[in-house]
């Protein structure tokens, strides 16, 4: 089971103050954006507790779907996304609730006696270290490779969620060979096709990569016109159609 | 012959506190409410709030006014001199017909210290300022209702985010009591002392009645008073 990360002094005061919860009958709302791992802190204060998407619980609670006197801790997620948020947790009195959402300006955030924030990871440096490298490791063996990637773009608009999809996407890219390229490529143009997409219109999906590719390698045009064996006015050209150059 | 002794008497046993003043201010004679009352003001003051008050010939004035000492409300005065030499002041209470109870089945056992400790980490976690901490650990666990306390002192904390530096004292009042449930239970305060004049806000009071404490403000100094209940 996935463990919350806390290398860095802000997620470690995060857990401390999630275990201190664990034991007590109060109510903790966790809160940050998507991919901080508000889900993993909370399990951290309820393991192996019942997990609610809290706009389902909604829907439940207003079609008598669910028996609330069988609880007595609960975990909801994203319980911004619940319409009437101080109904839904009248509806839970008595309930120990472990909630996730984000930190907005709203009351419902006030009845909770736990408040715990978790920083977004471009803050928590070693968290990022951290992750990065599980993250590696972890497409490493799946991809059963053990390149370190070269020139890796981490993305971190989603947090967590983001940088395992940029970090898989680079190693996956640097281990493709040319059978998976022209797979790939064939699945594409397939699609494409259904959209009534011309071979001139699809030819930049092979051009531009080249393009790019050659520019980075040989710098100037005249040589890569010389390496590639193309005439440098159509070269120049299709620089001009693709780069605006 | 009237008897002098039984209005002394009356007096002293009154449920509102009497003062009576020499011309100086210095206290001549005080009953057991007034005793109580001035554990949380000071004698210059009540002179001061007796000599602004008084009549402007010899005689009685009452005054409605709301006052508050700390915990103590009082809703009315009377001031009263019939030479130069003496001035009286009587306060009187505000009763609340609330009868002074808990609803013990939400209590639990817990030490007060973690809870602080979990309050101050969470409320302040991103903030800058430094708390002296003095804590009486001699204060054995004592039943709360957590959660409430803990909204509570998350409130208290909140108050002073934007302050540089305050201390926290926590510790067992000596020789006041709380009354609940015909009970009697020793008082855990925990002083909270800033360095500006603090202003109580009315959802602490209303979070503080939650949570089965009372809190009140002296000055630079927030106190929380919650039952000792073990």
């Known amino acids: 089971m996935e463990k919350f990360i806390s290398v860095s002094s802000s997620s470690k005061k995060v857990l401390q103050i999630a275990q201190m919860s664990s034991s007590l009958p109060v109510d903790v709302i966790i809160l940050g954006q998507t991919g901080v791992g508000r889900k993993l802190l909370a399990n951290e204060v309820l393991p192996n507790e019942q997990v609610f998407e809290a706009k389902e619980l909604e829907k439940l609670i207003l079609d008598n779907k669910v028996n609330l006197k069988e609880f007595t801790t609960i975990i909801i997620h994203n319980i911004n996304k619940v319409l009437n948020k101080n109904e839904f947790l009248d509806n839970l009195q008595g309930i120990k609730i472990v909630a996730t959402g984000f930190n907005e300006n709203q009351d419902y955030i006030n009845r909770f006696a736990v408040k715990i924030e978790i920083l977004p990871l471009d803050e928590r440096k070693e968290d990022l270290e951290k992750l990065t490298n599980i993250y590696i490791e972890e497409a490493n063996k799946i991809y059963s490779t053990s390149k370190v990637p070269k020139n890796i773009k981490i993305d971190l608009s989603g947090n967590g969620v983001t940088l395992k999809q940029s970090i898989y996407k680079s190693i996956l890219l640097q281990t493709m060979n040319k059978q998976d390229i022209m797979d790939t490529l064939y699945n594409f143009f397939i699609t494409e096709f259904k959209a009534e997409r011309s071979y001139k219109a699809l030819l930049e999906i092979f051009e531009i990569p080249l393009l790019k590719a050659s520019k980075t390698t040989y710098k100037s045009q005249l040589k890569m016109s010389e390496k590639l064996k193309i005439n440098r006015i159509t070269l120049r050209k299709k620089f001009t159609k693709y780069f605006g150059e | ?230």
Request: proline residues 1%.
């Open chain 2, 1 to 230: 012959m009237e008897n002098n002794n039984l209005y002394i008497e009356l007096l002293e046993n009154d449920l509102n506190p009497f003062i009576l003043f020499n011309s100086n201010g210095k206290v001549k004679r005080y009953n057991k409410e007034a005793e109580f009352l001035l554990n949380f003001v000071g004698i210059k003051e009540l002179f001061e709030l007796a000599v602004s008050n008084a009549s402007i010939n010899f005689g009685f004035n009452q005054k409605y006014i709301s006052l508050k000492f700390n915990k103590l409300l009082f809703y009315a005065i009377l001031v009263g001199y019939t030479s130069e030499d003496e001035i009286a002041l009587r306060l009187y209470k505000v009763v609340s017909n609330q009868i002074n109870s808990i609803n013990k089945d939400k209590l639990k056992l817990v030490n007060i210290f973690s809870l602080i400790e979990l309050s101050k980490s969470s409320t302040l976690i991103n903030s800058n300022l430094t708390i002296d901490e003095l804590y009486d650990v001699s204060i054995p666990e004592i039943k709360i209702n957590i959660n409430d306390f803990l909204l509570c002192i998350n409130d208290c904390f909140l108050y002073f985010i934007n302050d540089n530096k305050i201390s926290l004292q926590v510790q067992i009042k000596i020789g006041e009591y709380e009354i609940i449930d015909n009970k009697k239970y020793k008082i855990v305060a925990l002083e909270f002392v800033a360095n500006r004049k603090l202003e109580i806000i009315d959802i602490l009071e209303q979070k503080a009645i939650k949570a089965n404490a009372n809190i009140f403000i002296n000055k630079n100094r927030l106190i929380l008073e919650l039952p000792m209940i073990l």
